[in-house]
T-cell receptor, first 111, second 114 residues
Framework: EDQVTQSPEALRLQEGESSSLNCSYT??????LFWYRQDPGKGPEFLFT???AGEEKEKERLKATLTKKESFLHITAPKPEDSATYLC????????????FGKGTRLHILP | DSGVTQTPKHLITATGQRVTLRCSPR?????VYWYQQSLDQGLQFLIQ???????AKGNILERFSAQQFPDLHSELNLSSLELGDSALYFC?????????????FGPGTRLTVT
């Protein structure tokens, strides 16, 4: 069964303290891995798509990387406005377009 | 603002009732996806429509149904509501069938079943 596991569940960092969020996945064949950001009470906001191992994408203080079994979302010198829940999702090779989301990592950046 | 609209924003109803949630996708997007988000289950994919046709099905209960109309808006119908159906319901849209992960989410409908 296709599965996505994110760790840690929650993370508190001081402003400027860099860290990484992990997303481990199990799929029969990976079509794509996606990162979203979700603020409380709002819909997820698309960040990145990664398609193959070794691929990296960057946006401001965020960088996403992909291996054959996991993805990391690196946050460099975070600011309080980076506080949010970060969701990882995978889409498997197959007959439909179903996307499976992990439960997310709640990130809190302290000023 | 993602360009995806959902109505209503909040809905409070009683067990056993039926409700309809509405979603209008971004201009030009042909795919609409429905998700349920609860505190313990996270974001669960329910169903996808592409240009009026059902494209993919997830963990959607038989009490729930959806459709996409010729103008591409979509409705999610929830019937015989139970307390456990209380959740945030999100609609998302994308240009094509594959989605390529770039789904644009609406603000959600918060459903409370009492």
């Amino acid at each position: 069964e296709d599965q996505v596991t994110q760790s840690p569940e929650a993370l508190r960092l001081q402003e400027g303290e860099s860290s990484s969020l992990n997303c481990s996945y199990t799929v029969s064949g990976l079509r794509g891995l996606f990162w979203y950001r979700q603020d409380p009470g709002k819909g997820p906001e698309f960040l990145f798509t990664l398609y193959s191992a070794g691929e990296e994408k960057e946006k401001e203080r965020l960088k996403a990387t992909l291996t054959k079994k996991e993805s990391f979302l690196h946050i460099t010198a975070p600011k309080p406005e980076d506080s949010a829940t970060y969701l990882c999702a995978v889409q498997a090779v197959g007959g439909d377009d179903k996307i499976i989301f992990g439960k997310g990592t709640r990130l809190h950046i302290l000023p | 603002d993602s360009g995806v609209t959902q109505t209503p924003k909040h809905l409070i109803t009683a067990t056993g009732q039926r409700v309809t949630l509405r979603c209008s996708p971004r201009s030009g997007d042909l795919s609409v996806y429905w998700y349920q988000q609860s505190l313990d289950q996270g974001l669960q994919f329910l169903i996808q429509y592409y240009n009026g046709e059902e494209r993919a099905k997830g963990n959607i209960l038989e009490r729930f149904s959806a459709q996409q109309f010729p103008d591409l808006h979509s409705e999610l119908n929830l019937s015989s509501l139970e307390l456990g159906d209380s959740a945030l319901y999100f609609c998302a849209s994308s240009v094509g069938t594959s989605g390529r992960g770039e789904q644009y989410f609406g603000p959600g409908t918060r459903l409370t079943v009492t």
